[in-house]
Nanobody, 124 residues
Framework: QVQLVESGGGLVQAGGSLRLSCAAS????????MGWFRQAPGKERDIVAAINWSGGETYYADSVKGRFTISRDNAKNTVYLRMNSLKPEDTARYYC?????????????????WGQGTQVNVSA
C-alpha cells in the first residue's frame, strides 16, 4: 500500500512558476513509476508528466514540454513537478499517482495509487 500526499498548489499569475511535491509512504518508493495528472472541471484526467523508477526516463504531454520538469528523490520518497511559464489553461487539480513498474506509464488506468490532488489556478 502506498499513500500519496500532494502539496505546492496555489494561485499564480500567468508566466509564473510553482513546484508541486508528492510525498509517498512506504519503503519501496524506488520500485514505483510515478506520474502527474491533471483534471479541469468537466474534463478527463490527463497525463502531464511521468517518470520511471530511477528518474532516467521521463515523459511529458506536448502541452507542457519545455515548461514543466518532473523529477524524483528516492531518498526522500518524493516526486516533484516544476512548472514554469504557467498559462491559464494549466488551471486544474493536479494529482500524483504511483504504479509498481520499472518503466514510465502514461495512462491513468495503469496507476494503482492516487493522491487527493492539489489545486493550481493560473490567472490571466
Amino acid at each position: 500500500q502506498v499513500q500519496l500526499v500532494e502539496s505546492g498548489g496555489g494561485l499564480v499569475q500567468a508566466g509564473g512558476s510553482l513546484r508541486l511535491s508528492c510525498a509517498a509512504s512506504g519503503r519501496t518508493f524506488s520500485s514505483y513509476a510515478m506520474g502527474w495528472f491533471r483534471q479541469a472541471p468537466g474534463k478527463e484526467r490527463d497525463i502531464v508528466a511521468a517518470i520511471n523508477w530511477s528518474g532516467g526516463e521521463t515523459y511529458y504531454a506536448d502541452s507542457v514540454k519545455g515548461r514543466f520538469t518532473i523529477s524524483r528523490d528516492n531518498a526522500k520518497n518524493t516526486v516533484y513537478l516544476r512548472m514554469n511559464s504557467l498559462k491559464p489553461e494549466d488551471t486544474a487539480r493536479y494529482y500524483c499517482a504511483a504504479k509498481w513498474s520499472r518503466v514510465v506509464r502514461i495512462t491513468p488506468a495503469n496507476y494503482d495509487y492516487w493522491g487527493q490532488g492539489t489545486q493550481v489556478n493560473v490567472s490571466a
